[in-house]
T-cell receptor, first 113, second 112 residues
Framework: DAGVIQSPRHEVTEMGQEVTLRCKPI?????LFWYRQTMMRGLELLIY????????DSGMPEDRFSAKMPNASFSTLKIQPSEPRDSAVYFC???????????FGAGTRLSVL | AQSVTQPDIHITVSEGASLELRCNYS??????LFWYVQSPGQGLQLLLK??????LVQGIKGFEAEFKRSQSSFNLRKPSVHWSDAAEYFCAVEGGSYIPTFGRGTSLIVHP
């Protein structure tokens, strides 16, 4: 398996623009997680899905952030409008079930100018 | 609620020296415990995990960790560090929710 695949790897955009980050989990994994990593706050869980259904989105910073999982093999994290403070590395991770480990993608480094 | 503390932000060791990275957790029962490593520009990779049983856990790349319930600790060790071990190391704890909480990480610097 190719592992968790995220795209793009790097994204540079201007304040106010819409940003869409993409994730393809490992086939057969029931759980999908979105994290944000910054120097100030470390690794934060934004939202996670189980069987394509959002279970906990309490970590989503505000209404500008939204996440979807239309099917078992694809998820998006959207920021609209983007702000400079959204600059971070965003990771996607997937997991086979609740008693297994998470596998992380390589991340998307987002820079909002 | 679960939490994890990695007291050391940076650790510097010489190549060939031994290594111990500290991790303390807070959880009411026996949790699941993990150590991940993150190389620059990469995602987190699992080094080892503790679910139950033997409290000394062996992982990849020659790493091991010991679960000490009395100290609420899960320290990571390696007897001889290689330059390629330079990376960020994260300890994580999982309780009943099966959703991990990650520490802030420890940056390992290896001197030649």
């Amino acid at each position: 398996d190719a592992g968790v695949i995220q795209s793009p790897r790097h994204e540079v955009t201007e304040m106010g623009q819409e940003v869409t980050l993409r994730c393809k989990p490992i086939s057969g994994h029931d759980y999908l997680f979105w994290y944000r990593q910054t120097m100030m706050r470390g690794l934060e869980l934004l939202i996670y899905f189980n069987n394509n259904v959002p279970i906990d989105d309490s970590g989503m910073p505000e209404d500008r952030f939204s996440a979807k999982m239309p099917n078992a093999s694809f998820s998006t994290l959207k920021i609209q409008p983007s702000e400079p403070r959204d600059s971070a590395v965003y990771f996607c991770a997937s997991r086979a079930d609740s008693k297994n480990i998470q596998y992380f993608g390589a991340g998307t480094r987002l820079s909002v100018l | 609620a679960q939490s994890v503390t990695q007291p050391d932000i940076h650790i510097t060791v010489s190549e060939g020296a031994s290594l111990e990275l500290r991790c303390n957790y807070s959880y009411g029962a026996t949790p699941y415990l993990f150590w991940y490593v993150q190389s620059p520009g990469q995602g987190l990779q699992l080094l080892l995990k503790y679910f139950s049983g033997d409290t000394l856990v062996q992982g990849i790349k020659g790493f091991e960790a010991e679960f000490k319930r009395s100290q609420s600790s899960f320290n990571l060790r390696k007897p001889s560090v290689h330059w390629s071990d330079a990376a960020e190391y994260f300890c994580a704890v999982e309780g009943g929710s099966y959703i991990p909480t990650f520490g802030r990480g420890t940056s390992l610097i290896v001197h030649p």
